[in-house]
């Protein structure tokens, strides 16, 4: 079982889904975390759980605020350093979906896809990298399967997720040698929020959002949707130890699913 005692992992996102998923598995591996989400009720909970899990509440440092707004991801890793003193872990979580076809997404959609995506794990990453220098730690990208799978409905969220998957590789041969990895973890479908945020045409249709994840399930070759705790597990792996010389890999967790897919 991964370590994470003394261990500062900063995952955004954490106030849902995935995110909160992984905040409790590296909770229960004892870590030091920060947090991000914009949802403060939402964020607070995730961080009383995960003190739950057995470490102490000032070993937790939530960040309230909008990834896009480049003062708050300044904030994040300037106050995460000042109360830890170190950065081990960036987990760069934190996405949106909007399902459709390409041709009915609107700039505003495009915009906001592309921008926290692609742009703020980039940025977000230029920040960080000077304190994982310090620590010889790591990244660890959450994109998607639909990164490398054409996928009907999803095109900007594809290539939004395509980006990341060439910026991870990329990232990871410049970084190697100051000893800095650089992963990626690609979910299939999990269940979470994301199916049903603001602006989505499936918003507020659960029969529609019900039916495509049976459709996804049932077109798994494991025969079910992932769980955030399937995706927490592989992004703990490619976060510790036991993958130290493993970087610029693009791991799919999909149950098997690109293997039925172009
Ligand atoms: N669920 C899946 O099937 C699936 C599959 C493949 C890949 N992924 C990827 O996994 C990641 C997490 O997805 P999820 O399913 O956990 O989604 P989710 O439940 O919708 O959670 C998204 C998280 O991102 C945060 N967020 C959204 N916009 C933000 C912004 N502008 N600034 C700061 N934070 C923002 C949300 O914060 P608030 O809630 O506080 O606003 C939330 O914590 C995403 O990158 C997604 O593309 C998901």
Redesign the pocket.
């Known amino acids: 079982m991964a370590n994470f005692v003394g261990r500062v992992v900063l995952i955004?996102?954490?106030?849902?889904?995935?995110?909160?998923?992984t905040a409790l598995h590296f909770a229960k591996h004892g870590a030091k975390l920060a947090l991000?989400?914009?949802?403060?009720t939402?964020?607070d909970d995730v961080a009383k759980r995960c003190s739950n899990c057995g470490i102490p509440a000032d070993d937790i440092r939530t960040h309230?605020?909008?990834?896009?707004?480049a003062a708050?991801r300044t904030a994040t890793i300037e106050n995460t350093v000042a109360k830890f003193g170190r950065l081990d872990v960036l987990v760069?979580?934190?996405?949106?979906?909007f399902p459709g076809e390409s041709m009915g997404m609107s700039e505003t959609q495009y915009d906001?896809t592309m921008?926290?995506?692609m742009k703020?794990p980039f940025l977000l990453s230029q920040l960080a990298v000077p304190h994982l220098e310090k620590t010889q730690g790591n990244i660890v990208n959450?994109?998607?399967?639909?990164g490398a799978k054409v996928t009907p409905m999803a095109g900007i969220?594809c290539v939004?997720?395509a980006a990341p998957d060439m910026f991870t590789q990329c990232l990871a041969l410049e970084l190697a040698p100051k000893k800095v990895r650089v992963n990626s973890v690609?979910?299939?479908?999990?269940?979470?929020?994301?199916?049903d945020?603001e602006g989505s045409v499936l918003h507020g249709k659960d029969d529609e959002i019900q039916k495509l994840l049976e459709a996804q399930a049932n077109a798994t070759p494991l025969g079910r949707?992932?769980t955030?705790q399937d995706?927490a597990e592989a992004i703990g792996y490619l976060a510790s130890d036991a993958a130290s010389y493993v970087t610029g890999q693009i791991l799919l967790v999909d149950g098997g699913r690109h293997c039925t897919l172009k």
């Open positions: 955004t996102g954490a106030s849902s889904g995935l995110g909160e998923g991000t989400g914009r949802d403060r939402r964020l309230y605020g909008d990834l896009t707004d708050f760069n979580n934190a996405g949106l979906f906001q921008d926290l995506n703020v959450i994109s998607s399967l639909f969220y939004s997720k690609n979910p299939g479908t999990v269940q979470t929020p994301l199916f945020r949707l992932g955030p995706i």
